[in-house]
């Protein structure tokens, strides 16, 4: 299924779906997400037809002074989907892969994202189109602070809030933090999320979205009566896919896959997830080790194991690998790593697929979290945020596997009619219909 305009018979040029071969468009998946949910739920089509674009979405080009002596120019997106229940909220990646499409699309996932696990906020995102890794840290600093510099109009605790990303962390928030408070000439440490800790940040934000993931994980494979002895294939080795390896190994399950850009590290029997992690660490490639054999990144996908999940990039199972996919439970905590073509194939194979709405909210919800200790000017121990998180995420599983029941469809679904009717509801509420 895609998506082109169209001329209706009033003339207004509306967005319909045709069949066609299908091209990894993130953003057309978002929309082809929506249409299918509201096939189902028939929410006002005027509340649905303004869900299909972000409300504002801004380009700028941000000029950096390189170590050189050189300028360069970088491309940056910020788009504001929704914030009919509270202000946008969604991160900032740092990647070559960056459009405006994808942009738009995360956006969108943010909406449903944070509906989903019923926190007040909305769905924004932003992203810059550079090879973080070719910067050094003085060029990094100089590029997002220069980013903020340029969103700085939109962005505001009450109005907009950024948070890490691919390729962005607590350090790339402490400098954007640091900007918006030089120009704002205000102490504002709710802006942002995803701080480091001595600027306001969050106990146990560096991990919440793999945390939150494994809560997630847990329940769904309980559900599908696969227990402890499960194996499980990674593919992303960074922020949210080598938290979650190193909790899921703590909690006893078997990590037979590990793969990160470049390679897949596989062992029947279970790696050494520490072993692993040290290595990459170190050296920066993963490891061979005794019985492990090294295999092309994208093997990851289709190894034996009962539970996949994809923590990489958008679009890493599409229909032309998805057929190869011998796990019995996908947990996305990549967004969008699945494409719509693929899911048809999946859900035929009798596969459950945890969608990354519901999946990597963990992260979203503690940032929500870290806005709300910066409100108070108090904060909580470690312990008190995983607590409220697990009861975030736990409760969210279950209202999503209801609605699951209820329309007799798969969890992306569910979790989409959840998120939909809640956004659909604030909307008519504030009667933008
Ligand atoms: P990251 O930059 O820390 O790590 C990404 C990992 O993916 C790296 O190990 C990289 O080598 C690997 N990778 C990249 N391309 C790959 C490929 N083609 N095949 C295999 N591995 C590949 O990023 P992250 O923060 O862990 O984010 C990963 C995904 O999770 C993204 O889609 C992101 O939007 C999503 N996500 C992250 C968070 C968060 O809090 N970090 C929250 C929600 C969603």
């Known amino acids: 299924m895609k998506y082109k305009y169209a001329n209706t018979e009033s003339g207004v040029r509306r967005f319909v779906i045709c069949r066609r071969n299908i091209m990894n468009n993130p ?3 978002a929309r082809q997400q929506l249409t299918e949910v509201q096939s189902i739920l028939k929410i006002n089509p005027n509340i649905f037809e303004r869900l299909l674009y972000p409300e504002r979405m801004i380009e700028v080009a941000v000029a950096v002074t390189m170590d050189d002596g050189t300028t360069k120019v970088f491309t940056g997106y910020r788009s504001q989907h929704n914030n009919a229940r509270g202000p946008y909220k969604g991160g900032i990646r740092f990647h070559l892969g960056v459009t405006r499409g994808e942009v738009m699309a995360l956006s969108m996932w943010m909406t449903w994202k944070t509906a989903v696990v ?3 906020l909305g769905g924004g995102k932003g992203g810059v189109v550079v090879d973080a890794k070719k910067l050094s840290d003085r060029e990094l600093e100089a590029l997002s602070r220069g980013y903020m510099r340029a969103i700085f109009p939109l962005v505001g605790k009450n109005q907009d809030i950024p948070a890490p990303d691919v390729s962005t962390d607590a350090r790339v928030m402490g400098w ?7 120009l ?3 102490s504002s440490s709710g802006v942002i999320t995803g701080k480091p800790l001595s600027l306001g940040g969050s106990l146990g934000r560096d991990y919440a979205t793999a945390q939150g993931a494994f809560y997630v ?3 769904a494979a309980a559900k599908l009566h ?3 002895v499960a194996t499980v294939a990674i593919q992303g080795f960074g922020n949210g896919g080598g938290h979650l390896a190193r909790m899921l190994e703590k909690a006893g399950y078997r990590v037979v896959a590990i793969a990160d850009s470049k390679s897949t590290v596989y062992r029947s029997g279970g790696l050494d997830v520490k072993e692993v992690d040290e290595h990459k660490r170190v050296t920066g490639t993963l490891k061979t080790c005794v019985g492990c054999e090294k295999l092309p990144s994208e093997a990851v996908l ?3 194991a009962d539970i996949l999940v994809p923590a990489a990039l958008e679009n890493a199972l599409h229909a032309g690998n998805a057929n ?6 996908i947990v996305e905590i990549a967004n969008g790593p699945t494409t719509p073509e693929a899911e048809e194939i999946l859900l035929g194979k009798g596969i459950t697929v945890v969608p990354d709405i519901l999946a990597n909210a963990g992260g979203v919800v503690v940032s929500y979290f870290e806005q709300v200790q910066n409100a108070m000017n108090y904060f909580w121990t470690e312990a008190e945020v995983n607590v409220k998180l697990k009861e975030k995420m736990e409760t969210a599983f279950e209202a999503v596997w209801n609605e699951k029941e209820r329309y007799n469809t798969s969890v992306r679904m569910g979790a989409y009619a959840l998120a939909v009717k809640r956004v659909a509801q604030a909307m008519q509420d504030r009667g933008r219909i």
């Not at 190869?324 to 439970?329: D, E, S, Y």
């Open 324 to 329: 190869a996919v011998q796990a019995k439970l």
């Open 302 to 304: 289709s190894l034996p």
């Open 176 to 182: 954007m933090l640091d900007e918006y408070e030089t």
């Open 217 to 219: 994980l847990e329940r």
């Open 184 to 186: 704002s000439r205000e």
């Open 226 to 228: 696969l227990g402890k």
């Open 27 to 29: 953003l057309e998946s």
């Open 118 to 120: 019923d926190i007040p």
